[in-house]
């Protein structure tokens, strides 16, 4: 009985820091998306269409920060990049 609660608490801090983690990947990731979207906006203002890279980049970042934000709420157990596949 001992050893499953052990267990059990192990797993959360484990989860907890990987929660941690998680948010300062997160508030990383807003940083580059802040930076992205003036690179676009200029990239607009001066060749009058969207840079395709970036456009691209957002539908990868929206997935990955719904699932991040998912584990981190603990509505899902699943973990996003680095712990599975892209």
Known sequence: MENSTRL???NILI???QMLLFGFFINL???VISFLAFVQFFWLLINREKNLFIADLASGL???FG???Q???ASSDYKP???SKI
């Open 81 to 83: 990049f680095p712990w």
């Open 15 to 17: 989860r907890g820091l």
């Open 62 to 64: 929206r997935n990955w």
């Open 71 to 73: 584990f981190m709420l």
């Open 67 to 69: 699932q991040a934000i």
């Open 8 to 10: 059990q608490r192990k």
């Open 29 to 31: 990731g807003l940083t």
